[in-house]
T-cell receptor, first 117, second 114 residues
């Protein structure tokens, strides 16, 4: 149980285009989902926290208008990288937590490798 | 703010060698501590955790003990296998009701050679 999927696993796009990444909890309802960015040889950096039905909470330094997050249902959150540029190339990882206010662990997706040409 | 520091990699060991990956943290109160593992091409998986001082987390032969006095949570395994090759992340979650955000270390890449 507690499986989180991401789609696509890899995406290559041209500079200036937008890319949507989906994160799904397959066998549980995720009230809270998290989006991380992982740079080579660096840690996972939390980008934003999204709660179903409400606006996402972005970490300091993360552009809200560039990284659009939608958490429209209890099993799906999407991250849209708008007007992508080469510096947005990275590994994006989502995680999901079954409850909003407990010590339940986060379950991680396999990640999406974004390459912007 | 909270932070996690873990030893720089990469670490290369021969099969059946002893493994230690150091992890220290800075946080207020009593955070929960975790080790996650990321196998090549896969997402992070929880390896083990400890939620209070002196707790020992263990899984798949790996162990880590929550040391409040030294603010450490070092990962150990007595005999590594080639299949243990992966990136290991130490992480903490702050104490307090409703707290569920994780702070990660930079990760340590382990390569085990036959």
């Amino acid at each position: 149980g507690a499986v989180v999927s991401q789609h696509p696993s890899r995406v290559i796009c041209k500079s200036g285009t937008s890319v949507k990444i989906e994160c799904r909890s397959l066998d549980f309802q995720a009230t809270t989902m998290f989006w991380y960015r992982q740079f080579p040889k660096k840690s996972l950096m939390l980008m934003a926290t999204s709660n179903e039905g409400s606006k996402a909470t972005y970490e300091q330094g993360v552009e809200k208008d560039k990284f659009l997050i939608n958490h429209a249902s209890l099993t799906l959150s999407t991250l849209t990288v708008t007007s992508a540029h080469p510096e947005d190339s990275s590994f994006y990882i989502c995680s999901a937590s079954p409850e909003p206010s407990s010590y339940n662990e986060q379950f991680f997706g396999p990640g999406t490798r974004l390459t912007v040409l | 703010g909270d932070s996690v520091t873990q030893m720089e990699g990469p670490v290369t060991l021969s099969e059946e060698a002893f493994l230690t990956i150091n992890c220290t943290y800075t946080a207020t109160g009593y955070p929960s501590l975790f080790w996650y593992v990321q196998y090549p091409g896969e997402g992070l998986q929880l390896l083990l955790k400890a939620t209070k001082a002196d707790d020992k987390g263990s899984n798949k032969g790996f162990e880590a003990t929550y040391r409040k006095e030294t603010t450490s949570f070092h990962l150990e395994k007595g005999s590594v296998q080639v299949s243990d090759s992966a990136v290991y992340f130490c992480a903490l979650r702050s104490a307090g009701a409703g707290s569920y955000q994780l702070t990660f270390g930079k990760g340590t890449k382990l390569s085990v050679i036959p």
